[in-house]
């Protein structure tokens, strides 16, 4: 399942999100590897936030909605009616992520 970047469109893996994402954003591989036990609402905490921002991520509640990617040219927005319906999908799944991402999928979101 791919879902999409909401700045620049660029789309993304699920799995790479979910899995392997972390490891590019700087922590050390136990860190990284804690990580993937956290529950939902934990994984992206200020720490892990500020982590991924560093390494050009940025997202929602969860790792499923992203708002900017390391693919987004510098300067770019986040487009806002997709950025507002990614928010409200979001919401209204809860931490529900296979949900989520196949929800996104099926809106090309
Ligand atoms: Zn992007």
């Known amino acids: 399942m791919d879902v999409h970047c909401t700045t620049c469109g660029e789309p993304w893996d699920v799995d790479h999100l979910r899995y392997d994402a972390i490891y590019e954003a700087g ?25 991924f921002h560093t390494a050009g991520w940025e997202f929602g509640r ?9 693919c987004c040219p510098k300067d770019a927005q986040p487009d806002i009616n997709r950025l507002h319906t990614k928010a409200a999908l979001e919401e209204m799944l809860g931490d529900g992520e296979d949900g989520l991402a196949a929800t996104f999928e099926d809106h090309q979101l």
């Open 62 to 70: 969860s790792v499923i909605n992203v708002i900017r990617c390391p």
């Open 27 to 51: 922590m050390s591989q136990e860190e990284a590897e804690a990580w993937h036990s956290l529950p939902p609402g934990q994984k992206l905490n200020a720490r892990y936030r500020q982590a």
